[in-house]
């Protein structure tokens, strides 16, 4: 099921169907409304996503946001929060190597990439909007409340933080499976560790929530 206030994008959502895997979900459910009074039945959910950094657009209404959706997990279930702490970085090492010789260098193995990528280090991306009605969520303030309140943070995830979205070079990075298939791993790797949380674009989070596994739950996700 996908929830949102915007026609144009449960619309999209609705595009996606094509994109479902066979055997599973032949349909996405849209239903327009607003997450902050969202019209489903709390505490019976097994999978809740929060994507596209809502959070941090909420601003002031982010706190009230996060606690509404919480209330939609059923125990057991697994919350997933995209959140934004910083304006972004990339290796430095890449963003100064052309982008055919990228292209060509994630053909190797990632032993023999990332210890370049990491000794270089990073350059923070410039700021691209006011964040006076834009929350900067810190990875922190969402474990500490998990934490609290008896959730299990599952695993947090940095998205992009060594190529970042620097077009060309994906372009580059995308002509080839193999070398394409490296830079996930890379940028995995890379976004696993905690020093570059707090100045990545994107970070993904995912809890489960306290209680009995499936207790209440629906086979279903929104």
């Known amino acids: 099921m996908a929830l949102d206030l915007s026609r144009t994008m449960l ?22 409304g607003d997450a902050l009074r969202p019209p489903l039945a709390p505490g019976i959910w097994g999978e809740v996503v929060v994507a596209g950094n809502t959070l941090g657009f909420a601003a002031a209404a982010g706190p009230t ?25 990339r290796s430095r ?5 052309p982008p055919g010789a990228v ?5 190797a193995p990632v032993t023999a990439i990332l210890p370049r990528v990491e000794r270089e280090g990073f350059l923070r991306e410039p700021r691209r909007r006011s964040t006076s009605d834009f929350h900067r969520w810190k990875v922190s303030e969402l474990t500490d409340r998990w934490g609290r309140r008896g959730w299990e943070v599952l695993e947090i995830l940095a998205i992009a933080p060594a190529l970042g979205t620097d077009p060309e070079r994906v372009a580059a990075v995308a002509k080839s499976r193999k070398a394409w298939s490296r830079l996930l791993e890379v940028e995995e790797r890379v976004g696993r560790h905690e020093d570059r949380w707090p100045q990545a674009a994107a970070i993904l989070l995912s809890a489960r929530k306290g209680g009995p596994p ?8 929104v």
């Open 11 to 32: 619309s999209v959502a609705g595009a996606g169907r094509s994109n479902l895997p066979r055997g599973g979900l032949s349909a996405i459910d849209q239903v327009r």
């Open 65 to 89: 946001l996060l606690e509404r959706t919480e209330e939609l997990v059923a125990p057991g279930g697994t919350l997933l929060v995209e959140i934004a702490p910083g304006p972004g970085e």
């Open 93 to 97: 090492y890449l963003g100064r190597l």
């Open 103 to 107: 292209g060509r260098l994630l053909e």
């Open 214 to 221: 499936g207790s209440g739950a629906v086979p279903g996700a």
